[in-house]
């Protein structure tokens, strides 16, 4: 008995020891993964002190024929190069048209700076090396790819100094992804749908390819994504604005106004002016080889009043159907591009491609460190994290839009049906009207408060909660639902939203209780909220609407419509309106229809549900579904046939 005893007691003691030993590890682990994560190095994505760099402006100078070119500016974008700031790409890319255009212009010690700078980049994220640098959004994956394949094709037998590859080798590699690419712009769009200011971004990958790829595969199908992206343009501007609901828009590009960087595409395209400075989309207009389909130049000049509905990129539940699931390279592209990092869904491949290509140091990336311990990895609990955690970042993955934009020759109003209410946007733009070509009204609720700093989200840059959308004609109805108090890592909860609409700009506006009325020659605009409506302190273009369960809407009309302002105003405030706050449904009566819209539910014309998931275009001048075989834009008498598995594309 007292032996049977002493071995139970021998027993309890394992166990006991057992226990404790498995408590220790479960405490030790994590606290010594914190400590490895802490230690994280985190490289700048920028230097320091701001640098002004000259590749745009040389180029510049070079193509007008300037005798007084200044080769020493160029080494401060060698230097910016060299520490592979974020955007070396941007300059990297003029610096090829540089060296491809103009190669007798170079001295020679330039020439040979220029060359052991390009041979020593890390021009992809599986190369070794650390740094600041994005290289996963839509427009940086072309440049970068784009770069790094011309360079290659530069120097083919020369050794690059980073990874010990050829020349050779670093254009077979960069060709697949450039391919992969423009065959994920043919099948699905742009992620960064309507951007105008990364289109410029994407014109600058594509057009040198264009110019100086010695594969004539990847020429042509680079000229076909090129085309779609100009139809974008062309489509989607009003008079020569090109401004409207997009993927990826910062204050001044949802404000429109000549300050728009795009300006210089439609000034070049539709106005025949040439640039009076220098710019990234300056390559366009030095093109040797690309020409302009004659179709979108008539599709750009359109003034009839025309719906165009489009559909663009992917759902992050579409991916697994599609292909672009997995930590491969291909996928990540995708998903990246959609700025899914930390999505539930997507986060494990995140944290897989960080580990693989060592890049918590990266800047942009560095806060995803805290999801690398070891538990979570072994166990796969990184997504079951993300989702009860919940970060803002979770809803800044850029999904599948549905456009509609309706034109005429005076004003454009646009919506992205239906697009995550509810949810954080961290760039997304999602409704607004346009003034002709001089500026732009919209609607938002603002991320955090105004002055504080931060590039995006902020106070004028994506949403802190986005509305319900919906369209039908001229009118846009918004209903936005917000949370009574923050989440635990948001950075803010306002509890109202605002418009931008810039009285100084108008030639007449006038506020009458919850309605703001404005006219701009023969462009008529009211905005209506549920609330009374007025302009924040000090401001002459910032409305305030307080309330967190509200409604915007946006209705446009012109002089050939309504004859007076007067009689527009009169109109629009006799047509029946109602809002059930509790269930959140909002109808309106206009246009001789009633519209109805449900937040997060259905949107009614007239009794008949409006199926706003489109397909890839529906427009007067194409129609076609996704992952098309072949396209056809026809308008005037022009057309434009494109197939991109032929590498065909055939204009008249």
């Known amino acids: 008995m007292f032996i049977l005893s002493l071995q139970l007691n021998k ?114 994220m599986d190369e070794p090396g650390e740094n600041g640098m994005c290289y996963w959004s839509e427009n940086h994956q072309i440049l970068f790819a784009s770069a790094e394949y011309l360079v290659g094709q530069m120097y083919p037998s020369e050794i690059f100094t980073n990874d010990g590859l050829t020349g050779s080798e670093h254009k077979v590699k960069a060709r697949k992804r450039i391919l992969d690419w423009l065959e994920m712009r043919w099948k699905f769009g742009f992620t960064e749908f309507y951007s105008n200011v990364y289109y410029n971004e994407d014109i600058a990958g594509m057009i040198n390819i264009i110019d100086y790829a010695d594969d004539e595969t990847l020429v042509k199908k680079a000229e076909i994504i090129m085309d779609l992206l100009l139809y974008d343009i062309a489509s989607q501007k009003t008079g020569n604005m090109f401004v409207t609901v997009s993927g990826r828009a910062y204050e001044r590009n949802r404000k429109g106004g000549d300050k728009i960087s795009s300006k210089r595409i439609t000034d070049y395209l539709w106005q025949n002016k040439l640039p009076l400075t220098p710019h990234i989309n300056f390559c366009l207009m030095t093109s040797k080889k690309y020409k302009v389909p004659q179709v979108i130049i008539e599709i750009g000049n359109d003034k009839s009043s025309v719906v165009i509905k489009q559909s663009n990129g992917l759902n992050i539940n579409q991916l697994r159907e599609e292909g672009y699931f997995g930590p491969d390279e291909k996928s990540i592209m995708m998903q990246w591009g959609m700025e899914a990092f930390v999505n539930p869904a997507i986060i494990g491949n995140t944290m897989k491609y960080i580990r693989k290509n060592n890049m918590f140091s990266n800047e942009f990336l560095n806060p995803i460190k805290y999801f690398d311990f070891t538990f979570l990895r072994l166990f796969s609990l990184e997504g079951a994290l993300s989702r009860i955690v919940n970060p803002q970042e979770n809803g800044a993955a850029i999904q599948k839009a549905n456009t509609y934009t309706f034109k005429t020759k005076d004003y454009s109003v646009y919506s992205v049906q239906n697009y995550f209410p509810g949810n954080f946007a961290d760039q997304v733009h999602v409704a607004g009207m346009n003034i002709d070509s001089s500026f732009s009204v919209f609607h938002s609720h603002p991320a955090i408060t105004k002055n504080t700093k931060n590039q995006s989200p902020n106070y004028w840059v994506g949403y802190g909660r986005l509305p319900h959308v919906a369209q039908d004609s001229s009118v846009s109805l918004a209903i936005y639902n917000l949370p009574s108090g923050k989440a635990a890592m948001e950075l803010d909860m306002l509890n109202y939203t605002h418009a931008y609409f810039p009285k100084e700009k108008f030639d007449t506006v006038i506020i009458n209780r919850n309605y703001i009325f404005g006219k701009k020659e023969n462009t008529y605009c009211a905005l209506i909220g549920k609330n009374s409506l007025y302009f924040a302190k000090n401001s002459t273009d910032d409305i305030i609407q307080n309330g967190r369960e509200t409604y915007w809407i946006i209705e446009a009309g012109n002089k050939e419509k309504y004859g007076s302002f007067e009689k527009f105003r009169e109109k629009i405030i006799n047509k029946k309106i109602s809002f059930d706050s509790t269930n959140l449904l909002l109808t309106y009566t206009s246009i001789g229809k009633k519209l109805k819209l449900q937040y997060c539910g259905d949107f009614t014309v007239n009794g008949s549900k409006v199926n706003t998931n489109y397909p890839r275009y529906d427009s007067p001048y194409i129609k076609a579904k996704f992952k098309p075989d072949s396209l056809e834009f026809k308008f005037n008498n022009k057309h434009l046939n494109l197939n991109f598995s032929k590498s065909e594309r055939i204009f008249n």
């Open 11 to 124: 027993i309890k003691i394992k166990k006991t020891y057992v226990l404790a030993i498995i408590i220790i590890t479960l405490i030790a682990i994590p606290l010594i993964d914190l400590i490895r994560i802490t230690n994280y190095k985190c490289f700048s994505s920028l230097p320091q002190n701001k640098t002004k760099n000259f590749a745009y402006k040389i180029y510049y100078d070079l193509v007008n024929n300037s005798q007084n070119i200044d080769w020493k500016l160029l080494d401060n974008d060698l230097e910016y190069i060299k520490q592979q700031y974020d955007v070396s790409d941007f300059y990297i890319a003029t610096i090829i048209r540089i060296l491809s255009d103009y190669p007798s212009e170079i001295p020679y010690e330039k020439k040979e700076q220029i060359k052991k700078t390009l041979l020593g980049f890390r021009y992809w």
